[in-house]
């Protein structure tokens, strides 16, 4: 089953447009309009912003539901795990 979402025209707000979810990344969301042919993609700046995209010298907007974990990777706090022998430290011959 295909994801629907709908998407805004800030021009004509009582007018919304369901489309078909075919692929997203944190930059291009790929919509096909349902019954159609019509498929055209929604570009982003940043992984906190909303698409933007244009058909037919309409324009709409998509705004994401914020994620719980809503930090992208390169502002991630980094850890480490400390690797562990199972061999006990007194054992070991120096």
Do not use: C
């Amino acid at each position: 089953m295909t994801r629907r979402i709908l998407l805004l025209d800030p021009d004509r707000p009582d007018e919304t447009l369901e489309v078909e979810v075919l692929a997203r990344d944190d930059v291009v969301l790929t919509v096909a309009v349902p019954g159609t042919i019509v498929n055209f993609d929604l570009l982003r700046r940043d992984d906190r912003g909303p698409y933007h995209g244009w058909l037919g010298g309409r324009s709409f907007s998509y705004f994401p539901a914020a994620r719980a974990n809503s930090q992208s990777a390169s502002k991630r706090q980094k850890t480490s795990t400390r690797a562990h022998s199972h061999t006990p430290l007194d054992s070991i011959p120096e």
